[in-house]
């Protein structure tokens, strides 16, 4: 039998997706990426927000035309929307023959053995049954993978659903985490991404205080990493020790995700964020002064509950002033279950979307500045693959975490003697558009 897992969402979500195909590589089945190809499609999905369970909802969908014409046989529906809405998914997908919670994910190659003509499979182990470590098979290109140090959230943000999907925040313990990136480094990643729902908060639930910078130490000194990248850090955890840590280790790529959702107090409080403009002012000016030429990247929330054009203007003008290298904005989403869901003053849709469009074009305009001027500049580039219609190379800086930032092009023949996963020299000539840039290799 061939299985083809199709994982929706984040890189976390993407982790866990690759111990399922462990376990189904270990049980004797095959292996592909094409669910056209496949016995069994298995879908992990995303549902943390409504374009997530909208995509989730459409690629079921898909796959269920797919069985229909009778190129599948069989689809198994796992994540996080299965696990928040469990029987709805159940009824209103029918043509799953497997609806399984996040805990029950262990058990994925003996479920798909029991798939059958007969009733549909349910089942929903305690959330706490999924593992935090496992075997894998990496799904990433192969020079680089993730490394997930903790499982949930006990953040209690009052618009997120994710404490209810995945649990309370679970560390992974210090000597199996690092277990897992030497057999990672062994296997010839040569780029670790750190990451967990709050990074930061890294060991708090074991060790009683966060372990993030000791960890950080202990990957880097492990053989054949070369970048070792951290993710999904909260600002008011980014301790003086954590900077020192990321501005003395050679092998720590200098850029920082820090989601900060807002900036005005009100709304911050609101979320229940323990931060305020002051404090990330503060904060993202020591960065640059302690770490010079970090990459800082954030995520943003508009149309929050009670979110005024004033505060909206004051987000605006914030981020004008603090000009982020990398930015994302997400329109908030009543999602069900959440404190913010429940609260009064809900902005109408269509603002909240504009108002996520235009900080969006207020950032391609911050971000095509930053990008022009690295024009001229050198950098280490790791390569990805080749574009035969573009006619070059493509690669990604230390400054780019893979699939959520630019990429850089670099005009050549695949007989230039290059290849993926190859680190190499650059020297930036031009940008292609607002996140993107053109380069030549200098040396390899």
Known sequence: MVVSMVSLGCAKNLVDSERMLA???????????????????????????????????????????????????????????????????????????AVIGIGDQVKIAEILAALSDDDQ??????????????????????FTAYLKVAEGCSNGCTYCAIPQIRGKFRSVP??????????????????????????TRYGEDLYGES?????????????????????????????????????????????LDIPIQHCNAE???????????EMLRTLFAKLRSRIPGITLRTTLLVGFPGETDTQFEELAEFVQEMRFDRMGCFAYSEEEGTVAARMANQV?????????????????????????ARVGTDAEAVIEGYDRQAKAWLARTAAD??????????????????EIGQFVQVHITDTVDDYDLTGEVTSF
Do not use: H
Request: glycine residues 4%.
């Open 401 to 418: 975490a893979p699939d959520i930032d630019g990429r850089l092009y670099l005009p050549g023949k695949p007989a230039d003697g290059l």
């Open 267 to 277: 709304v911050l409080k609101n979320m229940r964020r323990k931060c305020d403009a």
């Open 174 to 199: 210090m000597e199996d985490a690092l277990a897992e990136a030497r057999e990672l480094a062994a296997s010839g990643v040569q780029e670790l991404i750190v990451i967990a729902q709050d990074t």
């Open 121 to 142: 499979i349910m089942q929903f182990a305690p959330k706490s049954c999924m593992p935090l470590t496992g075997e894998r098979v990496i799904a990433t290109l192969p």
């Open 23 to 97: 376990q189904i590589k270990q049980a004797g089945y095959t292996l592909t990426t094409n669910p056209a190809e496949a016995d069994i499609a298995i879908v992990n999905t995303c549902g943390f927000i409504q374009s997530a369970k909208e995509e989730a909802i459409d690629t079921i969908l898909e796959l269920g035309a797919l069985k229909a014409e009778g190129i599948l046989k069989r689809i198994v529906v796992t994540g996080c929307l299965a696990e928040r809405y469990k029987k709805e998914v159940a009824d209103q997908f029918p043509e799953a023959d």
């Open 348 to 372: 109408d849709e269509e603002v909240r979307i504009r108002r996520a469009e235009l900080l969006m074009e207020q950032q391609m305009q911050i971000a095509a500045e930053l990008n022009a």
């Open 211 to 255: 372990r993030l910078p000791e960890l950080l130490t202990a990957l880097c000194q492990i053989d054949g990493f070369r970048w070792v990248r951290v993710l999904y850090c909260y600002p008011e955890r980014i301790t003086d020790e954590l900077i020192d840590v990321i501005a003395k280790e050679p092998k720590i790529v200098k850029y």
